[in-house]
């Protein structure tokens, strides 16, 4: 892929990053490298996962082993939602847990759609949102992302932490599921949390190719690929921000 930083220049690659090789733990020092596995709460995590993800998922909700769980949105939404660039219209946040993203895209002019399958994790969402001051331009739906059909597609999907959530197998229906939501022209925001070097999950292995090798033949293109240098500190350097695009397709003839 020749991703682009802006549309029309080069990516800027940081390679000489950190190797990340850290889980959805949010408590690890800034450049240490280790296994999650070793973060007992994403181990926990794992046990969790004996049968139905959707029920793994909702155990951890309900013995809060959440240890991907912020418990504020992500820096760069904010930035991102100060900076006016995002669509406005209609946004979804697929595997929102606590929804505190959904929250910070919300306002008079973006209505969110907050998703997850866990029954729980919704009820939480809902608890400790539903009297905001912006409540009236968001909404949590405990919904399977691949089952869910609403009735309008979307301007904007933003994706934290739920690609790397899916067992590798979904990522094919993960992408075809996206392209079913989004608008023609709508925009896919995807905060990328690069996992390496580790068994089974989740969270599971995901590097940016992982990403290209199933939105690209659906005509998705990364107009913006670019290091988040604004990623907590534990996750610094382990954090990428892309945005796709779908390409209209340039006939020859
Ligand atoms: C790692 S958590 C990330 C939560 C949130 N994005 C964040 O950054 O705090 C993944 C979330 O995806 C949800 N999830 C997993 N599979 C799902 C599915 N098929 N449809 C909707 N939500 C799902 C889980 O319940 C969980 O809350």
Sequence with gaps: MRALSRVGEP??????????????????AAGGRRDPGENPKVGRLRELFTGDAADGWEKSWEFGVTPWDLGKPTPVIEHLVRSGTLPKGRALVPGCGMGYDVVALACPERFVVGLDVSDLAIKKAKQWSSSLPNADYFTFLAE??????????????FDYTFFCALDPSLRVAWAETVNRLLKPDGELLTLIYLISDQEGGPPYNNTVADYQKVLEPLGFRAVLMEDNELAI????GCEKLGRWKRCAHQSSL
């Design 11 to 28: 990516v800027r690659w940081l390679a000489s990053r950190a190797r990340p090789r850290r889980g959805m733990g949010s408590s690890a």
């Design 144 to 157: 399977d992302f691949f089952k869910w059909i609403p009735s309008e597609q979307f301007d904007l999907i």
């Design 233 to 236: 500190k534990p996750r610094k």
